[in-house]
């Protein structure tokens, strides 16, 4: 989905672009190819797919796989779709990564955003490509990334970049080494400046350890944590069951925690996340404030499906790792 979005932006912006895929491409997409006059082939890659200057790559496609290694072993670029789209826009960025949460939060800024009523769209890692949105879209671009998604980008600079968390997860594509995958997470700030912000998790021992090396960075961005266990020099955390703003050592109360609509401690940090991107933002805390008491969350994520004889089901099928189920089951408080 997201390499046929990026082949049909490359091609409408006047690039010579050739399609190549080692599976079957959908019926669909191979119109869409057709329609825009560009030349694919898929059920492999022959040798004409061996001479591009650059290739866009899908995040499904490990950088091991061959066609991956010849590009790199000649010394020429492998870009991510959301690099290539970037190259198209000077628009606002807020993009969210992190282990579990980043659907959650993406959605989260969505509804604040538009109770704040501010133009925006929504891509990346949830259903519809950076490059679908990025050359028709006003306003800010709020963007779910994924690890496979930073793995290969260049310039790619969000203004506003969160990290929500860090777990073991897809070590396959990062030779079961954690600190690779926590390597390819935070790149999402790489190439940030002192003019934008990273929103992290103060929590997090990974994040923190990577975030001290960042500090020392001489033009780096402006360090945002949150917390619902410790007060944070600068960001927002939970005090005497309140949500608290610190910024220049002064601090704002934003709201109880008990009025969060979504119950659970991992939820809480997703909500801190979610309003100190706002903040960051320049969106009013009355609007943040609305935002995180209406938001009823995204099904298949601790979705409530009914109580039937004194007992509670719900829908948690996109836990897909051993932290989201423990999260998850830390957000109970019942047996």
């Known amino acids: 989905r997201s390499g046929?979005?990026?082949?049909?932006?490359?091609?409408?912006?006047?690039?010579?672009?050739?399609?190549?895929?080692?599976?079957?491409?959908?019926?669909?997409?191979?119109?869409?190819l057709v329609d825009a006059q560009v030349k694919f082939e898929e059920n492999g890659h022959t040798e004409q797919a061996k001479k591009a200057d650059y290739v866009v790559v899908s995040p499904g496609v490990p950088t091991e796989s061959p066609i991956i290694q010849f590009y790199l072993n000649q010394g020429k670029k492998v870009y991510s779709e959301i690099e290539a789209a970037s190259w198209f826009t000077d628009q606002r960025i807020i993009a969210t990564t992190g282990s579990?949460?980043?659907?959650?939060?993406?959605?989260?800024?969505?509804?604040?955003?538009?109770?704040?009523?501010?133009?925006?769209?929504?891509?990346?890692?949830?259903?519809?490509?950076?490059?679908?949105?990025?050359?028709?879209?006003?306003?800010?671009?709020?963007?779910?990334?994924?690890?496979?998604?930073?793995?290969?980008?260049d310039t790619f600079k969000p203004n506003i970049s969160l990290l929500l968390n860090v777990t073991p997860d897809h070590l396959n594509r990062y030779g079961n080494s954690v600190e690779a995958y926590a390597a390819s997470k935070f790149r999402i700030t790489e190439n940030q400046t002192e003019k934008d912000w990273f929103i992290f998790n103060y929590d997090d021992p990974i994040i923190k350890s990577h975030v001290e090396s960042l500090q020392k960075k001489e033009d780096a961005p402006k360090l945002w944590a949150f917390s619902y266990n410790n007060e944070v020099p600068e960001g927002a955390f939970v005090r005497d069951e309140h949500i608290i703003f610190k910024f220049n050592n002064k601090e704002e109360t934003l709201m109880p925690v008990y009025e969060v609509g979504l119950s659970g401690n991992h939820n809480l940090n997703n909500g801190l996340a979610t309003a100190l991107a706002a903040r960051a933002a320049e969106i009013k805390n009355e609007a943040i404030r609305e935002s995180l008491q209406s938001f009823m969350g995204v099904e298949h994520r601790l979705e409530k499906v009914r109580d039937v004889d004194g007992v509670k089901y719900v829908n948690d099928s996109k836990a897909t790792n051993v932290n989201a189920v423990w999260f998850a089951l830390d957000s109970f408080q019942v047996p």
């Open 4 to 32: 046929i979005a990026a082949a049909l932006l490359l091609k409408k912006k006047g690039a010579d672009v050739f399609v190549s895929d080692y599976g079957t491409i959908k019926e669909e997409w191979k119109q869409n």
């Open 100 to 153: 579990n949460g980043k659907t959650t939060v993406t959605n989260w800024l969505d509804h604040v955003w538009k109770t704040a009523k501010k133009n925006h769209s929504v891509s990346g890692n949830i259903g519809v490509a950076f490059s679908d949105v990025v050359d028709g879209s006003d306003g800010d671009f709020i963007l779910e990334i994924s690890s496979f998604q930073l793995d290969h980008i």
